[in-house]
């Protein structure tokens, strides 16, 4: 496919999730961490016109003053922004604006890409890449925002069940092992360089812990015992009302799940999804297992199939050996996160085409649990 | 004017209040003090349905079984309710179906005016009031809010500034007074009952203090001075980032103004609005006088002229002797508020027509200052 | 009695409360709002030296040139210091070292006592009298620290309990009547000036409330039901754990009250002690009565007896008319906090003698409790 | 040595540590962090008669029945207990009481040591490490709340600056290192299981980043620039009024610093310390370095002399491949702190004689800065 042809794929993408809103969604933030989709649509656009068109594409006019300060996200090197929790705040630029701001900047990149040196179509292939998380961030984000609303919206055909097989041990042999990316198509700078590490035996879960195996770990009072749970995790417990995962809701003593599709029974065979660190780290304990280092992961994921939930790893996300921070504002990308998130590996249901690798690393937050986040189970030998 | 003719003018004036917006404010809501306007609308036609349709209108069915969640205020005996900061997180129902509730609500409403008694005109007029109170609210609100927008957006004609004429004192006599409502038209029941008061003699002020007699304060050091301040005035001033009424801006060394019909240099001979009762206090202090109480101002009101502003008085919002609670849910609306607040007088720029009077009594709690609200000066004799 | 003898004898009741603590009592606190043995010590201290022996007595030397920053409470205009959370870490000066201090500025101010001026007679009351409010400080401020204690330490003989006789309504009738003090001893600025006040008819209770009648309330239900409370009432009591009076527990089923003399049976015939405002409002709505104001209490108090408990009026904290500030630091002994507080009449068992009279007007935030506040009812006629 | 005299070398230390402290200063704590010094020395006392004594030695009372909740630390096996920011408000039991406590259970303890068993024997050499783990925690502890007080209390002779020697660059070839403990003396559970780990090649210094290197990075702006710093750490920087080292401050333009022997003189030959990982991080990628993994640390360890700070590496605190938590309380001890924290190596100047060892593995959350905590550069090759 030509970069071009890409180019409209991905950018069309974007616009077509939105196709069920109303006007009224596309402003909706119900948390720091989650951005309204009328935000998405115009950060990833922003993006394509200060990194690439600014800088590449001669005589560009910015289509308007102040959106460097709207949609920056949190580039320091390029200038002051929107605080993070306002971003809900702006009904104005008005959803038309931000369609006509996409289609502004599409023209010109249109006119770039004919003609685009190997560094610009670089930028390009990142600015592709980064909209697809994008696209990911405004389903889950969406998800979160419309879950505030007790009349249970349906907005997106996303099929978020997907049964699993039963489970068996896989086992992985001790040695020395290549980890990062070391192909020659597009990989984010946290995947490099590609290097050697030396694991232990170990054993790994062919498929996902499923919502009826969590049920039975809340049953069996998981949510009540603390030696399951890290002490952050055990405090995180403490304080939630409620003791499930993320979107589960017991009514008339029935549990049910907000989908984007509306709220469903709990499908006890599918694959459990929107749990934290915390509460994955407890199922594990409470199996008697843990869950598998992203080292172990990678090593062993052409084993078993993946790509339905992101799946917790017990490894933090750290720098790999040789690991440097691009010049510049791109540099912000993904080494100054380093510190206190742990990694996911894998994919999901919401993760957009063509986006995903064996040496892809996510990274969130421990307490967090609004991406469909997993469970799969690992055990030392 | 018939009954039918003032519900329907009021009714309308809520929605003619908004022909400017676009579809994406009508959920904005920029803190948890602030309403977004389509809840504003929402809620002004749910007190109608709840409190007078389903009691008086036989075989009324509500519109939707969730919207008393959805749009109840604070009446703790109507039931739980949506959490006030999360109102703007309400995309759902669309703005569209919030106009049809209004529809369906006025259209029941048509039919029970024709043929209503005593004790439900006494409830509806109770509900116009309430919808007027709302009207001067979502325009406050919706300023707030709005303001948080780098755009400086602009969506309503209302004519912010109004020129003082030079001030004089007016004298008053110490005597017996009486204060509070006792004519035979609406009022609320805190301006309930009736009694009398001494007051001391007493001086008070023609006309409102100025945003140039403001902007002198602020020069010579009026917000570094701890002495001018009350104890938690000075706190608040402390945690300011900037020293001045809420929507100044200093751009360029001048001074401008944030307005509904975007931003303004400022009209220094025109009457301050948008300072805190503590900010009120400072430049009285400062001036080597002092805020009215409520009772003087009513007492001095039919010397001047008044209307522009809400004008902070040095009263805290306290019932009157014999004031009484409503039984029901009604018994909330003024009564439970009435500690940590401080009494308002007058009306302003925002109030809507034929809702004011003397013995009106407004009030808030020190620290906000997102109500037109000005200064009056007064002095002991 | 003499001046100098006045003095010994205020100065030392002080060290007097404290002879049963231990040295490792002397520096606790356990909020923000109460403060340690030691720094009450050191502050009334403090107030001698600074603004009496440093301006009137030649030759003067402080004591230690940081003691101003530690032990100054409030007063901005004579300079920066210790944070209020923070006066429980001052470990040094050590409490030998603040007995010192107290020793060093008692022999200066004999000294200046020997040939002082009537001004400097004036600022030495109320030294006294500002030490006085202290003693009472040091009583439940230290109550509130050791009740964080487990072992229910038991420190000093106060008698909490009083047994209150059956009450009966006296009336009131309507009229002007004056306010405030107009003697010739000593009051304090916010008692000023004497004033007229007309008073509409009205009845108040002979005795305070009981542990018993509060205990009713209880269990009927005051806490569950919100029709009672005001609306931050409400709210403060949603966020209580434990619904009773501040001190109270319940062990075994059965209702203990903590005092300085440890923990004891609750009296049902005593009068309550350590309700808020909030609860106060609630007991007396539920009662079909009302708090008195701070007026009808200053009318009708020669009626009744008192001085057990603080009374809570239903009068915020506002100054009299013609209230004037006093220039210089002293000036900000009471007119600052005058928002945002309501008004306690009568003194209470920890009131130091000599130290209570029908005109004084203590003041808190609605919402504490540590005090000996109590509650007595009104009625309008 | 014996494990009788070991014992009492060991309690006696920790008494030794206070023998310049006041009465008062045995309570203080200032933050949630820290405990004072009276709970340190009652709550290894209290982990000896719960671990040990009530276990193993027949007949045994323990001291007090409140004590297991006072003196509990963090195990919930062990049952509720006093919050964590409420130890500095146990003024009672008296510090005269814990010494007796502390005799109580060391006359229990000799009475044991007699005849002990292997498994006790393991129980008693763990509480002896435990108890030195918290005689350095006594130590920061006491100068993180001995800090707030403006008078510099002088209170301990620990040499706490140490010369660095020039610095040089240690080359380490690529290869496959053990890892962990695997010794037949003490070690912490987190030391296991001793493993292989895979490193490339690395370089890392000889010596410590000394106080003048780190004032070039502050003198040349490095607290300004946010590219040297994680976002985390970046956020910690804007909320920091001063920017600079924990315990440094500037006083008439010259660099100060609090020891525990009062305030000195920045010694800029000396090593740096109490930074945290943000600022040890942001130094690292001034200087075009990195910090050193733990598992880099462990390997080169033999090639520098360390001991006086804990060093920061860019390893997340995690358990080793195989490390298994022990069952009951004790279980509680390490693992369940496994995240959100970075690991220190190395040992500090407060740290106590004999608790020390290569595969020792500190750790901390990235925000703190009261150890003795500094940086060693580190390399790729």
New interface residues.
Partial sequence: MSLLKQYQSVRSHSVNLCKNL???????Q?SEEVSPPKWHLAHTTWFFEQFILVNYLKGYQVKHP?FN??FNS?Y??MGRR?ARN?R????????SEVFEYRAYVDEAMSQLIQDAKEEVVKLITLGLNHEQQHQELLITDLKY??W????D?AVMDIQEYSIEAKSHWIDVK?G?YEIGYSGNEFCFDNELKA????L?P?SIASSLVTNGEYLEFMDSGGYEE??F??????SWVQNQSQKAPLYWEEIDGKWTYYTLAGRKDLDLEASLAHVN??EA?AFAAWKGA?LPTEFEWEVAQSKFSWGKRWEWT???Y??Y??FSIAPGAL??YNG?????Q?VLRGASVATSENHSRPTYRNFFH?QFRWQFMGIRLAK?L
């Fill in positions: 109303l006007i009224e969604d596309f402003s909706l119900a102040q300060f709207l949190y320091n090197a929107t306002q809900g705040l702006m009904t104005r630029p008005a959803v925002s419309l505030h609303n007790p009349l919206p001790e020395i290097h050697r590490v030396f232990e170990f603390s030696r749970w890290h002490d952050e995790g055990w660190f915390y780290s843990r017990n490894s933090a750290l720098p050996p040789g540099g912000e100054k996160f380093m510190v206190n742990m421990p030392s």
